[in-house]
Structure formats: structure tokens, C-alpha cells
């Protein structure tokens, strides 16, 4: 069973910066691809960032240039580095990893809201 740790959510000021963690149980070179969602009440969970195993990254156009996903291989751990945080950036933020056998795995969730 694989786990998903997220860690970094947090009450920050608009024009502010977080960074979430997403610490795996085991190898992140397991999974085809790692990603982070969110989810606002009454909306759908979307993507916002994502790293495939070879490091290339994507992102979803309303963070382009605010958001970067990176990973740190010897820690199993991914990172959100959050800039520039808006109202419309709160949300719950959750951790996905895809495995080869399609299998999907979640972690708990961290909540991240951006007011003054």
C-alpha cells in the first residue's frame, strides 16, 4: 500500500508563497507520474501541476508562471512551490501518484487559503 504525505498548507496573505511537500512511502521512479490536484467546495478536484518520470513538467494555465513542481528523488518526495497566491487559489490540495498498473494513489489533503 502506498502512502502520501502532504505537509505545508497554511493561511497566507494574497501576494504570498507557500511550499506543499508530498513525501511518498516508496520510490517516486515507481510511478509513471505525480501530480497535485485541488479542490474548492462545490467544484471538481483538478489538476494544477504535474511530474512524469522522466521530469518533464506540466501545469495548468491558471498557475502558469506562479506554480513550479519539482521532486527530490532521494527524499521520495514532490514539491508545489506556490508564488503570487490569489483568493481563487484556496482550495484543499492533494497529493496523486500513477502507477504503472494504473493503480492511483491520494494522499489525505492539506488546505491552503489565501485571504488578508
Known amino acids: 500500500q502506498v502512502q502520501l504525505v502532504e505537509s505545508g498548507g497554511g493561511l497566507v496573505q494574497p501576494g504570498g508563497s507557500l511550499r506543499l511537500s508530498c513525501a511518498a512511502s516508496?520510490?517516486?521512479?515507481?510511478?509513471?507520474?505525480m501530480g497535485w490536484y485541488r479542490q474548492a467546495p462545490g467544484q471538481q478536484r483538478t489538476l494544477v501541476a504535474r511530474i512524469i518520470s522522466s521530469g518533464s513538467t506540466s501545469s495548468a494555465d491558471s498557475v502558469k508562471g506562479r506554480f513550479t513542481i519539482s521532486r527530490d528523488n532521494a527524499k521520495n518526495t514532490v514539491y508545489l512551490q506556490m508564488n503570487s497566491l490569489k483568493p481563487e487559489d484556496t482550495a484543499t490540495y492533494y497529493c496523486?501518484?500513477?502507477?504503472?498498473?494504473?493503480?492511483?494513489?491520494w494522499g489525505q489533503g492539506t488546505q491552503v487559503t489565501v485571504s488578508s
Open positions: 516508496r520510490s517516486i521512479f515507481s510511478f509513471v507520474a
Open positions: 496523486n501518484a500513477g502507477a504503472y498498473s494504473g493503480d492511483q494513489y
